[in-house]
């Protein structure tokens, strides 16, 4: 069974990677991999202001194309959304002088278990063959709903572009919350959708899943050049606890997704977000959306960072397959678990090529005709 240590802190990857003697991969980074991928423009493309909008032909036509795609690709890019481009860039902005932060004032924000609020440093992982590796990026998440917590520093932010305070001032933490505040508003709506589509009562989906305190985190990744992308790499293959998880980037891309046993490369447009379908929503659908497999890798020439916010259920529900749907479908194909008993034992329990806590609660029918 693999296992994560994603609390330590040791020197940031950044100021490693800054050193003009780095020729090669230190050897507690080695994960041998293939970076390369396939290319492709298939991805769908889901309008969200067809979503939203008071024409009731292209509402359906919206919810019946996020149905799809969280049932064909897992994956899909998110146009029109109503996030103001400036306030992506503030929270851009915010990540990059949290990462120039010295390394004492950052490590005070180190995590010692799963359930700290705020975590920062950079995973340590050991694979199903018991070897030990540190991925190629540092990161800060916090937690954001139902209680929002965030570091002190920096205190203060010069923003251009946007209405913040006098002289484009802010603080750290207002941005980030506005920009968690907004994208949950959004995750709500797509909730919406797949409930719509899947033709489940009004209300359903949210008193089961308690979404009025709906567990989200926010997460920012650096990854510095790597002089050796074939040799390290910035998150392996996974998937994602919750229910929608979003995705924005510097331009710079790394994102990998796996599709028809094939890894594609994605990419998204400026002013979009990429969102993924994450194992709640395939468990909550009985298997209709899918939560597929992706990763992170690296390159030689240019640092990325991207901006995460996983969207889940509430921390307290139990999430099993709706019960609606698994009356469609004869029988349950997942068993239920607490949300956050899920995500703790995610970050204990993942395996390192695979997706291992997803797989343990796919109920297998030669199983259940024995019980």
């Avoid at 149905?67 to 998110?78: H, N, P, T």
Wanted: aromatic letters at 10%.
């Amino acid at each position: 069974m693999a296992s994560v240590q994603p609390f330590e802190y040791d020197t940031a990857i950044k100021v490693l990677a800054d050193s003009s003697n780095l020729k090669a991969v230190p050897s507690k980074f080695n994960f041998i991999n293939e970076p390369s991928a396939l290319s492709s423009d298939s991805l769908p493309i889901i309008d969200f202001s067809a979503l939203i909008a008071d024409d009731p032909d292209r509402r359906c036509g919206a919810i019946r194309d996020i149905g799809k795609a969280c049932q064909e690709w897992g994956f899909f890019i998110l146009v029109n959304h109503g996030i103001p481009e400036a306030l992506m860039n503030a929270t851009f902005t915010a990540t990059k002088e949290f990462f120039k932060l010295p390394e004492n004032e950052k490590k005070q924000y180190e995590a010692k278990s799963a359930s700290d609020p705020i975590k920062c440093g950079n995973f340590n992982v050991t694979n199903t063959s018991n070897q030990t590796f540190t991925l190629w990026r540092d990161y800060l998440k916090l937690y954001a709903h139902p209680e929002f917590h965030c570091p002190l520093k920096p205190p203060v932010l010069r923003i251009t572009g946007y209405k913040y305070g006098q002289n484009g001032l802010k603080i750290f933490r207002e941005v980030l919350l506005e920009y968690t505040e907004r994208t949950r508003g959004l995750a709500r709506k797509l909730v919406e959708a797949i409930s719509d589509n899947l033709e489940l009562e009004k209300n359903y989906v949210d008193e089961v899943l308690k979404m009025d305190s709906s567990f989200q985190l926010f997460a920012t990744n650096l990854y510095p050049p790597c002089p050796q992308p074939d040799q390290a790499i910035g998150i392996p293959p996974h998937t994602d606890p919750g229910l929608f998880t979003f995705l924005i980037h510097n331009g710079v891309a790394g994102l990998q997704i796996e599709h028809d046993g094939h890894w594609f490369n994605v990419d998204s447009p400026q002013n979009s977000i990429l969102v993924n379908a994450a194992d709640q929503l395939e468990i909550f659908t009985n298997g209709r959306c899918k939560s597929v497999k992706h990763r992170a890798v690296v390159n030689k020439e240019r640092e990325r960072i991207s901006i995460v916010v996983a969207n889940g259920p509430s921390k307290e529900a139990i999430v099993g397959p709706a019960a609606p749907l698994v009356e469609k479908d004869g029988r349950a194909l997942y068993s239920s678990m607490k949300y956050i008993e899920y995500v703790e034992a995610q970050l204990v329990k993942s395996r390192v090529n695979g997706k291992q806590i997803l797989e343990q609660m796919m109920i297998d029918q030669d199983d259940e005709i024995a019980n």
